[in-house]
Protein backbone atom coordinates (compact mmCIF):
# COMPACT_ATOMS: atom_id res chain seq x y z
CA UNK A 1 0.00 0.00 0.00
CA UNK A 2 2.54 2.16 0.67
CA UNK A 3 4.61 1.80 -2.01
CA UNK A 4 1.51 2.57 -4.19
CA UNK A 5 0.93 6.01 -2.58
CA UNK A 6 4.59 6.65 -2.64
CA UNK A 7 4.23 6.38 -7.22
CA UNK A 8 1.25 8.52 -6.95
CA UNK A 9 3.11 11.09 -5.29
CA UNK A 10 6.18 10.92 -7.79
CA UNK A 11 3.49 10.74 -10.97
CA UNK A 12 1.21 13.93 -9.02
CA UNK A 13 4.48 15.73 -9.00
CA UNK A 14 5.57 15.10 -12.15
CA UNK A 15 1.87 16.53 -13.34
CA UNK A 16 2.27 19.31 -11.65
CA UNK A 17 5.35 19.85 -12.85
CA UNK A 18 4.36 19.99 -16.59
CA UNK A 19 1.16 22.22 -15.73
CA UNK A 20 3.51 24.61 -14.14
CA UNK A 21 5.89 24.69 -17.01
CA UNK A 22 2.45 25.21 -19.39
CA UNK A 23 1.49 28.30 -16.73
CA UNK A 24 5.23 29.56 -16.94
CA UNK A 25 5.40 29.38 -20.90
CA UNK A 26 1.84 31.61 -21.32
CA UNK A 27 3.80 34.09 -18.97
CA UNK A 28 7.06 34.14 -20.92
CA UNK A 29 5.50 33.40 -24.63
CA UNK A 30 8.87 31.70 -25.89
CA UNK A 31 7.78 30.42 -28.92
CA UNK A 32 9.52 27.58 -30.77
CA UNK A 33 7.60 28.21 -33.82
CA UNK A 34 5.78 30.93 -35.65
CA UNK A 35 2.00 30.45 -35.08
CA UNK A 36 0.29 28.45 -37.75
CA UNK A 37 -3.57 29.62 -38.82
CA UNK A 38 -5.61 26.31 -38.68
CA UNK A 39 -7.42 26.72 -42.35
CA UNK A 40 -8.10 23.92 -44.07
CA UNK A 41 -6.17 21.61 -41.89
CA UNK A 42 -7.81 18.25 -40.77
CA UNK A 43 -5.00 16.01 -40.01
CA UNK A 44 -1.88 16.33 -37.65
CA UNK A 45 1.13 14.17 -37.39
CA UNK A 46 3.55 14.76 -34.80
CA UNK A 47 7.11 13.65 -34.75
CA UNK A 48 10.74 13.92 -33.36
CA UNK A 49 12.57 13.23 -30.36
CA UNK A 50 11.52 15.54 -27.43
CA UNK A 51 12.34 14.32 -24.35
CA UNK A 52 8.69 15.22 -23.72
CA UNK A 53 5.96 16.96 -25.40
CA UNK A 54 2.52 18.17 -24.13
CA UNK A 55 -1.04 18.76 -26.09
CA UNK A 56 -3.73 20.52 -25.25
CA UNK A 57 -6.69 22.72 -26.21
CA UNK A 58 -5.82 26.04 -27.41
CA UNK A 59 -8.69 29.02 -26.87
CA UNK A 60 -7.62 30.42 -30.30
CA UNK A 61 -7.46 29.37 -34.12
CA UNK A 62 -4.00 28.88 -33.90
CA UNK A 63 -1.55 25.93 -33.70
CA UNK A 64 0.78 27.21 -31.09
CA UNK A 65 4.31 25.51 -30.44
CA UNK A 66 6.13 26.72 -27.09
CA UNK A 67 9.16 25.89 -24.63
CA UNK A 68 7.96 24.48 -21.63
CA UNK A 69 11.54 23.17 -20.52
CA UNK A 70 13.14 24.27 -17.28
CA UNK A 71 16.37 23.06 -18.24
CA UNK A 72 17.15 26.41 -20.37
CA UNK A 73 20.56 23.67 -21.95
CA UNK A 74 18.16 21.94 -24.14
CA UNK A 75 17.69 23.17 -27.59
CA UNK A 76 15.30 22.62 -29.85
CA UNK A 77 14.56 22.68 -33.63
CA UNK A 78 10.74 23.17 -34.87
CA UNK A 79 9.82 22.17 -38.48
CA UNK A 80 5.98 22.24 -39.94
CA UNK A 81 4.78 21.64 -43.13
CA UNK A 82 1.31 21.46 -44.43
CA UNK A 83 -0.05 19.82 -47.74
CA UNK A 84 -3.54 19.25 -48.54
CA UNK A 85 -5.09 19.32 -44.95
CA UNK A 86 -2.20 17.88 -43.35
CA UNK A 87 -0.06 19.37 -40.94
CA UNK A 88 3.18 17.73 -39.86
CA UNK A 89 4.89 19.11 -36.90
CA UNK A 90 8.49 17.58 -36.36
CA UNK A 91 10.31 18.16 -32.89
CA UNK A 92 13.96 17.70 -32.99
CA UNK A 93 16.15 17.59 -29.27
CA UNK A 94 19.62 18.35 -29.75
CA UNK A 95 21.51 15.18 -28.00
CA UNK A 96 18.14 13.70 -26.96
CA UNK A 97 19.62 10.12 -27.41
CA UNK A 98 22.16 10.82 -24.16
CA UNK A 99 19.72 12.99 -22.05
CA UNK A 100 17.08 11.69 -20.10
CA UNK A 101 16.54 14.73 -17.95
CA UNK A 102 12.47 15.90 -18.12
CA UNK A 103 12.42 19.13 -16.22
CA UNK A 104 9.16 20.22 -18.38
CA UNK A 105 7.62 19.87 -21.95
CA UNK A 106 7.28 21.62 -25.23
CA UNK A 107 4.19 22.06 -25.00
CA UNK A 108 1.99 21.86 -28.54
CA UNK A 109 -1.56 23.74 -28.47
CA UNK A 110 -4.57 22.69 -30.58
CA UNK A 111 -6.79 25.30 -32.13
CA UNK A 112 -10.22 25.37 -31.06
CA UNK A 113 -11.44 23.37 -34.39
CA UNK A 114 -12.87 20.19 -35.10
CA UNK A 115 -9.95 18.19 -36.47
CA UNK A 116 -10.24 14.18 -37.75
CA UNK A 117 -7.32 13.07 -36.09
CA UNK A 118 -3.74 13.82 -34.41
CA UNK A 119 -1.36 11.10 -34.79
CA UNK A 120 2.08 11.14 -32.49
CA UNK A 121 4.12 9.01 -33.92
CA UNK A 122 7.87 10.55 -32.57
CA UNK A 123 10.36 8.69 -30.13
CA UNK A 124 8.96 11.15 -26.90
CA UNK A 125 9.76 9.49 -23.52
CA UNK A 126 6.57 11.66 -22.52
CA UNK A 127 3.05 12.38 -23.71
CA UNK A 128 1.08 14.19 -21.62
CA UNK A 129 -2.38 14.94 -23.51
CA UNK A 130 -5.43 16.95 -22.48
CA UNK A 131 -9.13 16.64 -23.60
CA UNK A 132 -8.82 17.76 -27.31
CA UNK A 133 -11.62 18.25 -30.27
CA UNK A 134 -10.10 15.29 -32.65
CA UNK A 135 -9.81 11.48 -32.34
CA UNK A 136 -6.13 10.58 -31.00
CA UNK A 137 -3.72 7.81 -31.79
CA UNK A 138 -0.32 7.75 -30.06
CA UNK A 139 2.03 4.84 -31.19
CA UNK A 140 4.02 3.06 -28.42
CA UNK A 141 7.60 3.47 -28.42
CA UNK A 142 9.13 2.94 -24.93
CA UNK A 143 7.12 6.23 -24.34
CA UNK A 144 4.94 7.03 -20.54
CA UNK A 145 1.85 8.36 -21.45
CA UNK A 146 -0.01 10.63 -19.17
CA UNK A 147 -3.82 11.48 -20.13
CA UNK A 148 -5.73 14.08 -18.03
CA UNK A 149 -9.51 13.75 -19.26
CA UNK A 150 -12.32 15.95 -18.71
CA UNK A 151 -14.86 13.25 -18.86
CA UNK A 152 -17.80 15.63 -20.08
CA UNK A 153 -15.78 17.68 -22.80
CA UNK A 154 -14.40 14.40 -24.22
CA UNK A 155 -16.06 13.58 -27.21
CA UNK A 156 -13.26 11.92 -29.19
CA UNK A 157 -11.61 8.24 -29.51
CA UNK A 158 -8.07 7.90 -28.09
CA UNK A 159 -6.32 5.12 -28.89
CA UNK A 160 -2.87 3.80 -27.69
CA UNK A 161 -1.36 2.00 -30.31
CA UNK A 162 0.77 -0.76 -28.86
CA UNK A 163 1.73 -3.64 -29.95
CA UNK A 164 3.60 -6.60 -28.89
CA UNK A 165 6.76 -5.72 -30.09
CA UNK A 166 6.72 -2.34 -29.66
CA UNK A 167 5.11 -1.63 -26.20
CA UNK A 168 4.35 1.79 -23.82
CA UNK A 169 6.48 1.69 -20.75
CA UNK A 170 3.53 2.72 -18.90
CA UNK A 171 0.65 4.81 -18.82
CA UNK A 172 -1.33 7.39 -16.37
CA UNK A 173 -4.93 8.09 -16.46
CA UNK A 174 -6.68 11.16 -14.71
CA UNK A 175 -9.93 11.75 -14.95
CA UNK A 176 -11.77 14.37 -13.20
CA UNK A 177 -14.40 12.58 -12.46
CA UNK A 178 -16.46 9.22 -12.61
CA UNK A 179 -17.32 8.80 -16.30
CA UNK A 180 -20.84 8.20 -17.44
CA UNK A 181 -20.58 8.17 -20.93
CA UNK A 182 -17.02 7.01 -21.58
CA UNK A 183 -16.17 3.49 -22.40
CA UNK A 184 -12.11 1.83 -21.96
CA UNK A 185 -10.68 -0.76 -23.66
CA UNK A 186 -7.00 -2.22 -21.86
CA UNK A 187 -4.79 -4.56 -22.97
CA UNK A 188 -1.92 -5.27 -21.01
CA UNK A 189 1.26 -7.22 -22.43
CA UNK A 190 1.92 -10.43 -21.20
CA UNK A 191 3.19 -9.54 -17.43
CA UNK A 192 1.98 -6.48 -17.26
CA UNK A 193 -0.44 -4.77 -14.07
CA UNK A 194 -3.36 -2.43 -13.85
CA UNK A 195 -2.98 -0.18 -10.65
CA UNK A 196 -6.82 1.05 -10.08
CA UNK A 197 -7.01 1.92 -6.16
CA UNK A 198 -10.15 3.67 -6.34
CA UNK A 199 -12.02 0.70 -8.00
CA UNK A 200 -13.01 2.27 -10.82
CA UNK A 201 -12.67 -0.20 -12.98
CA UNK A 202 -14.41 -3.60 -13.35
CA UNK A 203 -13.36 -6.63 -14.60
CA UNK A 204 -10.38 -4.39 -15.82
CA UNK A 205 -12.13 -2.22 -18.52
CA UNK A 206 -14.75 0.73 -18.30
CA UNK A 207 -18.35 0.81 -20.12
CA UNK A 208 -20.82 3.19 -19.26
CA UNK A 209 -24.06 5.13 -20.93
CA UNK A 210 -23.55 5.46 -24.58
CA UNK A 211 -19.93 3.26 -24.75
CA UNK A 212 -18.83 6.07 -26.50
CA UNK A 213 -16.19 7.52 -27.07
CA UNK A 214 -13.54 4.71 -26.24
CA UNK A 215 -10.22 5.04 -24.49
CA UNK A 216 -8.26 2.06 -26.06
CA UNK A 217 -4.82 1.35 -24.40
CA UNK A 218 -2.88 -1.49 -26.66
CA UNK A 219 0.26 -3.40 -24.91
CA UNK A 220 1.94 -1.75 -22.24
CA UNK A 221 3.42 -2.86 -19.20
CA UNK A 222 1.68 -0.54 -16.34
CA UNK A 223 -1.77 0.81 -16.18
CA UNK A 224 -2.66 3.70 -13.50
CA UNK A 225 -6.04 5.39 -13.25
CA UNK A 226 -7.25 7.77 -11.35
CA UNK A 227 -10.28 9.22 -10.37
CA UNK A 228 -10.11 13.29 -8.86
CA UNK A 229 -13.71 12.88 -7.58
Do not use: W
Request: proline share 2%.
Amino acid sequence: MMKKIVVLFIILISMVGLTACGVLVQDEIEKLHDDIAADNIQYVNISGNARSILIRQSENEYFEIHNGDLNTEHTYEVQCNENGGILDINIMMDNAIYDNDVLGSVIIDIPQKELEKIEVTGDFSHVSLYTINSDVLIHANDTFVYLDIEVDNLEHNITLGGSESNTFRGVSVYLDKFPDNVRMELNLMQGGKINDPQNILKEDSLESGSGQPVISINNTKEINIYGKE
